[in-house]
Every structure is written in C-alpha cells, then in structure tokens.
C-alpha cells in the first residue's frame, strides 16, 4: 500500500484519470485495511495505468513476475478474508462451558498462529513439562499435533484403528461445535451474516462479554432457542514454526492412544 502514497505515485494524475478518494492508513475507521484494499480495488484500472505511466515505486526487478489482474484477485480474496472479524481460538468442555476464548486476532487469522500465541498453549506446556499426562485437548487439523494436543489422524483405511480414533475424535469435538453454535444462535451480532460493525477492540469486548454471558446462562440452565449452524469452512493446512520432538512426542501419544483404545 505505500507505493500509492508515497512521493513516486502521481496524485494529481490519478484525480485527472478520475480515481475516487483512497483511504489511507492513517485514517481512523473501522477497519482501516480493509476500507484501504476496497478502495484499491473498486479504483484499479485507473491506479494501474497511473503506476505504469508514471513508473510508481516498484521494484523491476519483480514487477516483470506480477500481473495486474493476479494482483487484484489476490487483494479480493484477502479483503473477503480480513472483512471477518471471528473467534479464531474457543475452548469448552464435554457439557459446552466455555473454558478459554481467543479475541485478539482481528481477520481470519489461521488457528495454528492464534493457538501458538495463546496463553492456553503456554499453560498446557508448562502442565506437560512439569509431568502431566493425563489430559489433551482435542483440536481439528488445523491445528498442530503435540503431546497435550490430540488431531484427527487423516485418510486411514475404513475401520482401521486410526480411522476408528479419528472418528471418535470427531464425535468428541461436536461439543465445541454445538457450543459455538448455541453461543451464535443466543447472540446473533456474532454470525458472519450481521458481523460487528465497531472498532477491532470493542468488538473483542463484545465477544468475550457474550462468552461469560453463555457460561451464565448454562450454569442456570437458560434454554437455547436456537443452534446456528455455520457453513463448513475449508481448513487449509499451514506449517507453524514448532518444534520438531514436540510433534515427535505428540505423534507418539496419538499411536499410543490408538494402541490401547482402538485396536
């Protein structure tokens, strides 16, 4: 983005063309990158034939790799992305108490970054370093496998012991999917379709206030009226930077659980 408001990009040139206000960081809005790529992106023909004819701040030894249109299909898909303000990391237990909520990730932040910045990934080593072995939490692919953290074993052969772990794993985290869900049917601002239209901040205030809110309401047995239920979102793999024996050991556990319970 600084390309366009440095020195280099002619703006008076651009006005010329007809190119419509940019929001620029600086700016105080509500989601300010996002209403920066917009804006990109709605006046693009015009910021494109700008750059090339007035050689705005590129390098060339790159550009010859960048197509504009490449370009822009990038910046709309990360804009479809950033637009989402979720709850990247939700922790319950079996009876759907919210136990650990993450809210300081603003966009689609991929699960594996939020878990590995987390104060709960900090506390569940501390617990296995000082000898604990006897609980795992129980997370999608999305997340990494380690020795307290127990992942679907994918693509097994029907009704082999990894297959049978992997579909009683699935079994267990329905109850972080029903809790989100009723979490999401009692408090609609958090579905995708209304979305928190405040500041980053305050949205993760509102989130949090709704969690303790859902806590109250299953300690005196509130009824939920309604279970959102939330389209299927595609878990795309990322490697995190972890350590490699921690993976090690994780996979050691998983086989062993899969030794003495599926076999």
Not at 170 to 193: D, F, H, M, N, P
Not at 228 to 243: K, P, V
Request: aromatic share 10%.
């Amino acid at each position: 983005m600084k390309y366009f408001r440095n020195a280099h990009f002619a703006a008076a040139k651009y006005k010329q063309a007809g190119g419509k206000a940019l929001v620029m960081p600086q700016d105080v809005r509500w989601n300010i990158l996002a209403d920066c790529l917009e804006s990109y992106i709605n006046n693009w023909h015009i910021l494109s034939k700008v750059c090339t004819d007035n050689r705005a701040a590129i390098s060339l030894d790159i550009s010859y790799k960048i197509h504009d249109m490449d370009l822009k299909i990038s910046a709309t898909n990360y804009l479809e992305k950033l637009k989402v303000i979720s709850v990247a990391l939700d922790v319950s237990d079996y009876y759907g108490k919210i136990l650990a909520v993450k809210t300081n990730h603003g966009g689609r932040t991929h699960d594996a970054r939020v878990w590995s910045s987390s104060q709960l990934s900090r506390h569940m080593l501390r617990e296995y370093e000082n000898g604990r072995r006897n609980a795992w939490l129980i997370g999608d692919s999305g997340y990494p496998l380690l020795p307290f953290l127990m992942t679907p074993k994918l693509n097994q052969p029907p009704r082999s012991p990894g297959a049978s772990y992997t579909d009683s794993h699935v079994r267990a985290r329905c109850s972080i999917e029903k809790t989100i869900g009723e979490l999401k049917g009692r408090w609609r601002c958090l579905r995708k379709e209304r979305a928190l239209h405040y500041a980053p901040e305050f949205s993760a205030r509102i989130v949090n206030a709704t969690c303790v809110l859902h806590n109250i309401a299953k300690h005196y047995n509130v009824p939920t009226n309604e279970i959102y239920i939330e389209d299927d979102i595609e878990i795309e793999e990322i490697e995190i930077e972890n350590n490699v024996n921690m993976r090690a050991r994780g996979n050691a556990v998983r086989e062993t659980l899969i030794q003495q319970y599926f076999t």
